[in-house]
């Protein structure tokens, strides 16, 4: 099978041989409503309750949603306005901590007997893809279309990102557990483990407790950037191609993230709901690089305070790995469900911007085969009917093209426009 | 604390940029440099160095005049300057020389709008302009050093190989021939060239296509003589044509499916020239030719992506 392109990175997994560490309490956290794709959720508490750790602050009545709960036992101190990476405002819960970190009352085991019960009880959980979307995972396990193939994505492609491997090394029974559950539940026969072969040890001792299921098989992939992306991952391992404006679901697939299969074994057997969130704390700006455990809602600044960042040199704080994550405008930004690493980069070398000199390195590490440079000629220029010829819609933002390129074009960059412009015109003709 | 930076993702870049890949091409052109100032003294050095400094000159007054953006410090006119005088025999006069730079530069490049936008090579197409408007001067072939003991400009002129059919492959081979600057030494344009093969600059496919093509046709015209051949492959601009000018960037098929065509096209035209047309040499032409075939080409050589679905009744 011919493997599909894209570019072999710097690894940096230099955490990945240190554990999760638990974060001390910070003074306060703060919750936002919006961590998931979906509908924003509405706060369900007031200022001045006590909360406990696991309890429901926000929720939504629409089903494509996720619960919030609180990550810590305190008092509320406020709801107030908090403005998300993507620009939009959302509501957020402010909570000062107690210290005591009380267990919900209400929690109980969840019990269910048919699919549909799993569904409403994984609806309660407040669990989401934790790679990186975001989608709620009782709409990713409600497919549309029956599935033969569940694929676990441990690829972790991203340089500098261990927090998958660090759960595949500490926590290997929980996710084979739960990836037999949701086999059981869902009736797939067949589950593979996608891990990128930079990761030894999470291989090893998956595979090792994995040995004697013959309905589960570990898939080590070369380590080539973004091996961790859907279709990428799907073809790859299954042979299998999403085509243009499907899902996963439509050729028999579901593709989960494999901390969020730990998760949602780690609810069904003690009824906690997502309030936690491991992390990776690294870059050049970090004097104590770690893997850390921490109550989603914490502000940065603590992360940062504890892994010792040398904040004279910080220049840009981004959440997420270094090709695909966001830049952070500050450092109260607290956690969220999604975020899966903090970098704290120095300052980065400036680099000059030339024309574009057809050297055709983008159209080579495509990974979806197209081509970026033709694409940014055709967003110029404002041209729709060429950028759908071009299939801008298949372009995943994985910014491998971006990245090779000499001239310094802001390929994967103008892609994101050109979809947004493509939208609005499709909007304005109807 | 200082105020965080914000810029769109990715936050890590390849370090390949423009300026050292035009770096690394000139580096590829050094033996040929050295060859030629072996071959034909130091005039030669005195020429490469008049060429790059005049397109420099031109291309950085260019951009003060059209009141664009600096763009001397990518690297690329240095390079046009040096292909250029590869391009040209020693004894030219230096302000014609410097008509050609003006030719590459200015006409040819920045009129078109610049770096990335030229729809021929500068080099060449300054070349052809040269020669055909110069045609006395710009045949005027010396014997190189090695080849004559008591040795002067003016004395020993000879043809090139190509004219005169008579040279040595071994000759050809160094290039103890008459011809261009850079052209004459076959054995230091391989070795560039495989070093911007070996170094991820040029795709090996252009030059292949277009040597193996030239092969194929002189074989099968001379009805398999090898040495027809050789001498075919080593002699002329072929060397040069095939490893630094038909795999120029801007100019040339943008996947190696074009490539590929454009590499065979090169080939066939070059045979076509040099056996039927009056021109000895045709590598220039044909790939001039190819060049202005290029834009035709990208459009039938498109990607195909991956996962794109093809609308029904369009053959995608
Ligand atoms: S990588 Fe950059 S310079 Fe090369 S073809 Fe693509 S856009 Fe042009
Ligand atoms: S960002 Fe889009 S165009 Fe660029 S490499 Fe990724 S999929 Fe291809």
Known sequence: ?430 | MKLLRVTPSPHIRDNMTTQKIMLCVIAALVPSAVAAVIHFGWLALLMMVFCVVCSVAFEGLCRIIMKREQTIRDGSAALTGLLLAMNLPVTLPLWEAALGCFIAIVVVKQLFGGLGQNFANPAIAARIILMLSLTGDMTNWIQPRTAVSDFSYDAVSSATPLVSGTANIMDLFWGSTGGCLGETCAAALLFGGIFLIGMGIISPVTPFAYIGTMAVCTLIYSGGDVHFMLYHLLAGGLMLGAFFMATDYVTTPITWQGKLIFGVGCGILTFLIRAFGNYPEGVSFSILLMNILTPYIDKFTMTKPFGGIRKAGSKA
Not at chain 1, 55 to 74: L, W
Not at chain 1, 124 to 152: C, E, Q, W, Y
Not at chain 1, 202 to 218: F, G, N, Q, R
Request: net charge neutral; with cysteine; charged share 25%.
């Open chain 1, 1 to 430: 099978m011919r493997r599909l392109h894209g570019v072999r990175l710097p690894h940096y997994k230099q955490t990945s041989d240190m554990p999760f560490e638990t974060l001390p309490l910070p003074e306060k956290v703060v919750i936002p409503m919006s961590m998931h794709m979906g509908k924003p959720c509405t706060p369900t508490v007031k200022p001045k309750q006590t909360v406990a750790v696991g309890e429901c602050i926000g929720t939504s009545d629409a089903p494509f949603s996720a619960d919030i709960h609180a990550s810590v036992s305190g008092t509320v101190q406020a709801v107030t306005d908090l403005r998300l990476m993507n620009g939009t405002v959302c509501k957020a819960v402010e909570i000062e901590p107690d210290g005591l970190q009380t267990p919900f009352a209400g929690l109980t085991v969840p019990a269910y007997g048919s699919r549909e019960e799993f569904l409403t009880a994984l609806r309660r959980s407040g669990g989401v893809g934790m790679g990186g979307a975001g989608l709620p995972t009782h709409i990713k396990l409600n497919p549309p279309k029956k599935i033969d193939f569940l694929l676990i994505n441990a690829a972790e492609c991203e340089p500098y990102i261990t927090a998958d491997d660090r759960t595949m090394q500490e926590k290997p029974l929980t996710i084979l557990k739960g990836i037999r559950r949701i086999m059981q539940v869902l009736d797939i026969p067949e589950c593979a483990i996608g891990v990128e072969e930079n990761k030894p040890d999470a291989m090893k001792i998956i595979s090792e407790a994995a040995e004697k299921d013959p309905a589960i098989t570990l898939v080590p992939l070369p380590p080539v950037y973004p091996q961790g992306a859907e279709k990428v991952l799907i073809y790859h391992i299954t042979g299998r191609t999403v085509e243009e404006g499907k899902l996963p679901a439509d050729c028999g697939v579901i593709v989960m993230n494999v901390s969020s299969i730990a998760f949602v074994e780690e609810y069904f057997s003690t009824g906690m709901p997502l309030v936690n969130r491991g992390l990776t704390v690294d870059g050049d700006c970090i004097g104590k690089r770690c893997s850390l455990n921490v109550p989603i809602g914490t502000p940065i600044r603590n992360v940062l305070d504890y892994a010792q960042c040398d904040y004279e040199k910080l220049d840009r704080l981004i959440s997420g790995g270094p090709m695909m994550g966001q830049c952070l405008p500050g450092t109260d930004y607290p956690v969220t469900k999604t975020m899966n690493a903090v970098l704290a980069l120095s300052e980065a070398e400036k680099r000059r911007t030339t024309a574009c000199i057809r050297c055709g390195r983008c159209i080579q590490a495509c990974p979806h085969r197209l081509m970026p440079t033709e694409l940014e000629k055709a967003y110029q220029k404002r041209d729709v009917a060429r950028l759908e010829e071009l299939k801008l819609q298949l372009c995943m933002l994985c910014r491998c093209c971006s990245y090779v390129c000499p001239a310094n074009r802001p390929l994967a960059e103008t892609n994101g426009l050109a979809k947004a412009f493509v939208r609005q015109q499709k909007e304005a003709a109807k």
